[in-house]
Each structure stands twice: as structure tokens, then as C-alpha cells.
């Protein structure tokens, strides 16, 4: 997961990598960007953060996005019976056009996050097939309401 299956442009690349090396950390991919469901440029790009200091990191994504801090939303789930908790934003360019889907969590959760976003990565052929035609409806013809 810290590689993806599908080609990320290179000047949306090189602004990840150097978000990256900001913040000195691993990132993991998850979501279309790691299935063929990924339409380059329409399809958002799925990330995932693991640090020992989750307020620290969100400040540190803040500063390099120059994100409101207001715009950073704290999310609970439940996997396997045990309480998840992370943060999440959704970063916008407009030049490359891209969004970023950025999930911060404490690296104490990792195990379970990475076992549950790799699940949906093998999915079978006929869904995949369901998903490109659905995104391509919606992506290119506009047929499908957001």
C-alpha cells in the first residue's frame, strides 16, 4: 500500500512526495487509486498517515496545505470490535486539479486499518466492472447526480 497500482500523474506525484518528506513519514494508498476503478484526474486519492502525535500531524498538514483547521473532521468506526478513532480532510487543487483524501490515525490503530483497507482492494471482477462503468456514467457523461 505504500505504492500505487495505478500511474499518479507526476505533478500530482511530486507534490505528495514532497508532502511526504514535510512530514517525514510514511504514507499508505488505499481505495480506487489501488483498483481499476481509478479515473486519473476525476478519482480522488485515498491516503493514510500513522504518527505517535495525531494533533501534531494534523498541524503539520494544515501548515503545508494551508488548511483551516476547521476543515479537519474527527472520525469513529468500529472494526472487528475495537473503537477506531482518526482524523480526516480533503485537500482541493485547482492547479494540477486533483483532491486528496488525507486519514490520520495513531499509530496504534495501523494493524487494524491496514487489514481493513486492504479488504476492499481485492474485489471481484464483475463489481470492478460495475464501479468503472458507474464512475465512467458519472465521470464522463454526467448521466449519474453527484
Known sequence: MEYTK???????????????????????????????????????????IFT??????????SHYFHLNKKKFRKIVWNYKSKLIQ????????NQPEFRLEISIYDEKYKK????????????SFFLS????ILKFMYYNLGIIPN
Do not use: A
Open 112 to 123: 487494524y486499518v491496514l487489514e481493513d483497507k486492504k479488504m476492499p482492494n481485492n474485489i
Open 129 to 132: 466492472l460495475l464501479l468503472i
Open 6 to 48: 495505478n500511474k499518479i500523474p507526476d505533478e500530482i506525484q511530486n507534490i505528495i512526495d514532497k508532502y511526504k518528506n514535510y512530514i517525514d513519514t510514511k504514507i499508505y494508498y488505499y481505495g480506487s487509486i489501488q483498483r481499476t476503478d481509478y479515473f486519473v484526474g476525476k478519482s480522488d486519492i485515498d491516503i493514510l
Open 86 to 93: 482518526g482524523t480526516k480532510v480533503v485537500y482541493y487543487s
Open 52 to 61: 505517535d502525535n495525531v494533533d501534531s500531524m494534523v498541524y503539520k498538514t
